[in-house]
């Protein structure tokens, strides 16, 4: 294992949104049915994020064969049945109000704020740096495994069948983890550069617990 990795392994344990007290409460099944509706409709606001900082990692590149292959991500949440659509499955399924949740109108403004901080974040840095902070789909799988368990066993007022998302998610974050961690072992080969993609990770893990302490702070 090469020092970069072991680094960026480090990030995810130490700072990755799993070891939140919001989402140690979700797995313990401590959540009451209004937390959970409130996490779901803001981690909405952060879901349609996702293909948008995908596109504009896309748009940075010059390579053909790069965009070809990070702009499926894009296809992955906005077709037909992708992720965005499981995800508003997942919120009528809690009993929330889809069309409310699409707008947004009652997304927490600190949500908000890290979600389009992180998209912020990817348009205005290097095109290395964008991709290093996706490497959070790095430590994603096991936390889907967890998840999947914890909601079967202790919310089960929720229909099974809506859970598509989570279930779909390891092989995905598995795949994308994969494709983004060999970019930057390709491309990151200064000190610097390793130290820019060791910041992106961080930074990112940052953005994510503050959503998560902004919807434990309103529930």
């Known amino acids: 294992m090469t020092d970069l990795v072991e680094r960026l392994r480090a990030i995810g344990r130490d700072r990755y949104h799993d070891k939140h007290p919001f989402h140690v409460a979700m797995h313990e099944g401590k959540l009451s049915r209004d937390a959970v509706r409130a996490w779901v409709l803001n981690r909405h606001y952060y879901q349609t994020r996702i293909p948008i900082k995908d596109a504009l990692i896309v748009s940075k590149s010059e390579d053909r064969v790069f965009r070809r292959m990070w702009i499926r ?88 069948a809506v859970l598509d998302y989570f279930r779909g998610r390891p092989a995905k974050a598995t795949n994308d983890s994969g494709e983004a961690l060999d970019f930057v072992m390709t491309h990151a080969t200064t000190p610097s550069e390793k130290d820019a993609c060791v910041g992106a990770l961080a930074t990112k893990c940052d953005i994510l617990w503050a959503m998560l302490d902004t919807i434990q702070g309103h529930t």
């Open 73 to 160: 991500r894009v296809h992955d949440h906005d077709d037909v049945g992708g992720g965005l659509d499981q995800w508003e499955k997942l919120a009528e399924g809690v009993g929330l109000d889809v069309a409310t949740v699409r707008r947004g109108s009652d997304v927490l403004p600190g949500v908000r704020f890290a979600c389009d901080a992180y998209v912020t974040f990817v348009r205005e840095r290097s095109l290395l740096e964008a991709v290093a902070s996706s490497l959070t789909e790095f430590f994603a799988p096991d936390l889907m495994r967890t998840r999947i368990a914890a909601w079967e066993k202790h919310y089960t007022w929720v229909d099974a």
